[in-house]
């Protein structure tokens, strides 16, 4: 009888990894709630086993269709804006956009390269950059860069779990996925609470002079 293990690393291994890896990141681009990074970094700790697909593979797909998925973001952005759809106007989602406005204002080659950690951050981040304006000049190499970084970080988490956990690929692909999600749950918990400081900062400052 066929092992479940069997089963994953034969699909993994095959072409439709590829092509499933690139839709899942492309509709990530502008719809927050598909698991692409989790999967980059499955297929990568499935690639360190040995007998799953190409790590080089993974990282220029992941790598390609994560800039196009974003283009795709930015686009909608600039042509829709920031409510046409009802889950845009989720309370969450509609404070995400407007804390990537304060970010993109304030310091946007930072912000690019750091709110793609941050879950619902990608999406966040790209479309408002489109809805406000922002030149694509600037936008394209910052994507391209943000992308590479990002993607890079989770090829190399889930090809470490994997290395480290060879013996048991099933059991790499739960540390991979695990170690990405924990890594955003952090980077959103730090930036969420300087976010928070830095207004408190702000009305300080405000209630100042009326002293």
Avoid: C, N
């Avoid at 090829?155 to 060879?166: E, F, I, K, P, T």
């Avoid at 996925?177 to 890594?183: E, F, K, Q, R």
């Amino acid at each position: 009888m066929v092992s479940l293990t069997e089963i994953i690393l034969a699909v993994a291994g095959s072409p439709w990894a590829y092509v499933a890896l690139a839709a899942l990141l492309l509709i990530d681009g502008f719809f927050p709630f598909v698991p692409g990074e989790t999967f980059v970094g499955a297929l990568s700790a499935l690639a360190a086993t040995g007998s799953g697909p190409s790590v080089a593979y993974v990282l220029g797909v992941a790598i390609m269709a994560t800039v196009i998925g974003d283009a795709i973001a930015f686009v909608l952005g600039r042509r829709m804006g920031l409510s046409r759809w009802a889950w845009m106007r989720r309370p969450r989602i509609a404070r995400a956009f407007a804390w990537a406005a304060r970010g993109l204002r304030q310091r946007p080659a930072a912000f690019f390269l750091t709110a793609k950690f941050v879950p619902v951050g990608r999406v966040a981040v790209t479309m408002t950059a489109g809805a406000t304006g922002f030149p694509v000049a600037r936008y394209i190499p910052l994507s391209i860069a943000a992308s590479s970084f990002y993607t890079v970080y989770h090829v190399a988490v889930g090809y470490a779990a994997g290395s480290w956990l060879s013996a048991h690929p099933l059991l790499a692909i739960v540390v991979s996925i695990g170690s990405v999600l924990l890594v955003g749950f952090s980077i959103d918990t730090v930036m969420t609470a300087l976010s928070r400081r830095r207004r408190r900062r702000m009305l300080m400052a405000g209630e100042g002079p009326r002293d």
